[in-house]
């Protein structure tokens, strides 16, 4: 994505923690081509070293392989940084039901760390992934940013915790913080692989193998799936806000539409059967609910419109268009 257009001074350093990873990475090279320089902070547990191959020849491009957990590679990760967008953690409710300990030792102590290293090196703004898990059993749609429920999975909690922090380290030590709510991110360097991987990603690998995608429930659960270049404009958005109301606050990070997960498979048969018709003939399959998740997720965005300027540019259909294109490319 160019973010030239949102005018971040090229002159700032950032440190993207998790910048290895899919966000992160995504992160790295958008701001790399806007000409800043990029300190990228990851111990690769999830993160890969071929989403940044590309970025190691630039000069402004600076890896430190180390763990948030440490803090002290938290603190020379922060060394004469003057902005922080941390992505590190580690995702998935079920990876959080089936070992809550260590999430919650990278989700809650590992973000500790960085907020204390941010607050000893003075940096001017630390901008944070959140996550629409904290809205919990909160039935109410859309989201509305201040009304939350009941986390449902130790995930939910190390999110809606690493809120809580930001707001004391904001209201105790000065440290500007803003906590931005991913919605069901996805887009090119999705990590198709793995236990966890997240529904895009598997879904699309299944159908280029010829296999039938599996759908937990009978496929009317909804989620306001959000394209990567949505999340990378909110974090430089963060970065730029300046009006009182805008900082130490959290917004949704979303597009404002919600899909079920029988219209995605349909969406993902339809592109990925553009370059092979014998995908549209695969049946899916389903399988029981998912413990821990949510029935139905919308996001509200005028907060993020109103006091950021958030203008998300991919629906649905025109990020998965892109997203699948990347995919067939890439991984086919």
Same mark, same amino acid.
């Given at each position: 994505?160019?973010?030239?257009?949102?005018?971040?001074?090229? &002159?700032?350093?950032?440190?993207?923690?998790? =910048?290895?990873?899919?966000?992160?990475?995504?992160?790295?090279?958008?701001? $790399?081509?806007?000409?800043?320089?990029?300190?990228? !902070?990851? %111990? !690769?547990?999830?993160?890969?070293?071929?989403?940044?191959?590309?970025? @190691?020849?630039? +000069?402004?491009?600076?890896?430190?392989? *180390? &763990?948030?957990?440490?803090?002290? &590679?938290?603190?020379?990760?922060?060394?004469?940084?003057?902005?922080?967008?941390?992505?590190?953690?580690?995702?998935?409710?079920?990876?959080?039901?089936?070992?809550?300990?260590?999430?919650?030792?990278?989700?809650?102590? *590992?973000?500790?760390?960085?907020?204390?290293?941010?607050?000893?090196?003075?940096?001017?703004?630390?901008?944070?992934?959140?996550?629409?898990? /904290?809205?919990?059993?909160?039935?109410?749609?859309?989201?509305?940013?201040?009304?939350?429920?009941?986390?449902?999975?130790?995930?939910?909690?190390?999110?809606?915790?690493?809120?809580?922090?930001?707001?004391?380290?904001?209201?105790?030590?000065?440290?500007?913080?803003?906590?931005?709510?991913?919605?069901?991110? !996805?887009?090119?360097?999705?990590?198709?692989? =793995?236990?966890?991987?997240?529904?895009? +990603?598997? !879904?699309?690998?299944?159908?280029?193998?010829?296999?039938?995608?599996?759908?937990? =429930?009978? *496929?009317?659960?909804?989620?306001?799936? /959000?394209?990567?270049? %949505?999340?990378?404009?909110?974090?430089?958005?963060?970065?730029?806000?300046? /009006?009182?109301?805008?900082?130490?606050?959290?917004?949704?990070?979303?597009?404002?539409?919600?899909?079920?997960?029988?219209?995605?498979?349909?969406?993902?048969?339809?592109? $990925? =059967?553009?370059? &092979?018709?014998?995908?549209?003939?695969?049946?899916?399959?389903?399988? +029981?609910? @998912?413990?821990?998740?949510? +029935?139905?997720?919308?996001?509200?965005?005028?907060?993020?419109?109103?006091?950021?300027?958030?203008?998300?540019?991919?629906?649905?259909?025109?990020?998965?268009?892109?997203?699948?294109?990347?995919?067939?490319?890439?991984?086919?």
């Amino acid at each position: 994505m160019n973010i030239k257009n949102l005018e971040l001074h090229p &002159d700032y350093h950032i440190l993207v923690t998790g =910048g290895a990873g899919f966000i992160g990475s995504n992160l790295c090279e958008a701001l $790399l081509n806007n000409g800043n320089r990029v300190t990228c !902070f990851d %111990n !690769f547990a999830t993160g890969h070293q071929k989403n940044i191959a590309h970025l @190691r020849a630039n +000069p402004n491009f600076n890896l430190i392989e *180390g &763990d948030i957990r440490n803090l002290a &590679d938290c603190h020379k990760a922060c060394h004469e940084v003057d902005y922080v967008l941390h992505q590190a953690a580690l995702g998935s409710v079920p990876r959080s039901i089936n070992d809550p300990i260590t999430s919650n030792a990278v989700n809650v102590s *590992g973000f500790l760390n960085m907020l204390v290293a941010a607050r000893d090196a003075k940096i001017k703004r630390f901008v944070y992934a959140a996550s629409s898990s /904290t809205y919990g059993d909160s039935e109410s749609l859309p989201k509305v940013e201040d009304v939350i429920g009941k986390p449902l999975s130790p995930y939910a909690i190390t999110k809606y915790v690493n809120e809580l922090y930001a707001e004391i380290f904001s209201n105790t030590y000065g440290l500007e913080t803003i906590g931005l709510r991913y919605f069901n991110v !996805f887009g090119r360097k999705q990590d198709p692989n =793995g236990a966890y991987a997240a529904v895009i +990603p598997k !879904f699309v690998m299944k159908l280029m193998a010829h296999e039938s995608p599996v759908i937990n =429930g009978d *496929g009317s659960y909804s989620r306001d799936f /959000t394209y990567i270049d %949505n999340v990378i404009e909110m974090n430089v958005r963060a970065l730029l806000g300046t /009006t009182p109301e805008a900082i130490n606050t959290v917004y949704n990070v979303a597009f404002g539409e919600r899909t079920d997960l029988n219209e995605l498979v349909a969406l993902l048969k339809e592109y $990925l =059967g553009a370059f &092979d018709p014998k995908i549209k003939t695969i049946e899916t399959s389903y399988g +029981p609910n @998912r413990q821990g998740d949510v +029935p139905h997720s919308l996001a509200a965005i005028t907060k993020g419109k109103s006091l950021l300027g958030y203008d998300p540019q991919f629906d649905i259909k025109k990020g998965l268009k892109e997203a699948v294109n990347w995919y067939w490319k890439n991984l086919k």
